[in-house]
Every structure is written in C-alpha cells, then in structure tokens.
C-alpha cells in the first residue's frame, strides 16, 4: 500500500515538473516567434500551392506562381532573422531532448541526449533560403513540394522542443498527414544531412 502512495507521488511529481518545463519551454518559443508573421506565411504558402497546383488556366497559375514567390522571399527572410535572434538565447535553455519521451529538464540533467535548438533553427533557415534561391532550378511543383517539406520539418522541430519527438510526429501525421521520416526524406540534401548529423539519428 505505501508503494502504491510513493508511487502515485512520484508520477504525481513527475507530471507537474513536465508541465512546468513544456510551458517554459512553450514561452520562450513564443516570446520570440511572436514578433514575426511566419505561421501566417507558412499558411499563405501551403494553401497558395494547393491552389496553385489545381489551377487550369496557365495564365493565372503564372500569377499566383509569382505571389506566392514573394511570399516564400518574406518568409525566408523572417525565419533568417528569427533564428539569428534566437541565436543569442543561452544554450542550457535551448537544449532538446533526444529520448523517447518527455523527461523534465532533460537538458540540464542528461545533456549528452539533446541537441542545440538553435543550431537547428539555423539549419533550417539555410533550407528555406536555399529552395527558395531555387538555384538548382527546380520546377515550381518540385519547389512547392521541397518548400512545404522544410517548413514542415521546421514545425515538427518546434513542437519537439516544446513537447518531444513523439507528439510533434503524431502532430504532423494528424495535421498533414505527413510521417516524420517522409520529411526528412522530402528536404533538401544539405537540409537532410545537417540535421540528421545534429540530431544525431
């Protein structure tokens, strides 16, 4: 009986320090992603290629091609900006846990299974900017699906940091119906290989 309590307790414990480490964790992403549009943009961009995708009229499509390419240029360069100034947060608070499931201040107590968010963050600037240069002269659906695919993987490394690996991949399953490895898969060489090295899989 008094293992049951201790044991109740311990997870009791065990689940409020969770909570309070996803919250500020939760926090400071947003304190920072808060002073730029990217969410939208990256709205206005899926949407755009959806669009874009099931237009007949070649015209048109040329025009909504060429919005969404300045659309791809405001993006690139608020996500280089945001993870240059996240750039500066310290890094025992940017620390991502490489386990399985969420353990409270995984980065302070087993730093060795973590990686630098904002390292990542970098990387993936260096995507977005990289496809959207487009200097491999990629076709426009070719593009748009490599795009989507760096954004994507962008957001799945956000909910990692906030939550772990496992709900930001059931999220991205849920929300696009897209699997984690199809993401890594889909991103640019140097996206794929930069952060598999970083995150160490």
């Not at 310290?90 to 201040?105: G, H």
């Amino acid at each position: 009986m008094e293992f049951l309590i201790l044991a109740t307790l311990v997870l009791v414990g065990a689940s409020i320090l969770k909570s309070t480490d996803q919250r500020r964790r939760i926090a400071l992403l947003g304190s920072y992603l808060g002073n730029y549009q990217i969410e939208r943009l990256m709205e206005n961009l899926t949407e755009g290629y959806l669009r874009c995708l099931g237009e007949d009229d070649p015209e048109r499509r040329s025009q909504i091609w060429a919005l969404l390419d300045d659309t791809e240029r405001k993006l690139a360069t608020q996500f280089s900006n945001f993870a240059a100034e996240f750039s500066r947060v310290d890094e025992r608070e940017a620390r991502v846990s490489t386990l399985p499931i969420a353990i409270p201040f995984a980065g302070q107590l087993l730093p060795a299974a973590t990686f630098d968010l904002r390292r990542a963050f970098a990387i993936h600037a260096r995507g977005i900017a990289e496809v959207m240069q487009n200097e491999a002269h990629r076709t426009h659906k070719a593009k748009a699906y490599m795009m989507s695919a760096e954004l994507f993987l962008m957001q799945h490394t956000c909910h990692w940091f906030c939550k772990s690996k496992a709900v930001a991949s059931a999220r991205m399953l849920a929300r696009h119906k897209t699997a984690y490895q199809q993401l890594i898969d889909a991103v640019s060489p140097a996206t794929r290989s930069a952060y598999l090295e970083l995150t160490r899989q």
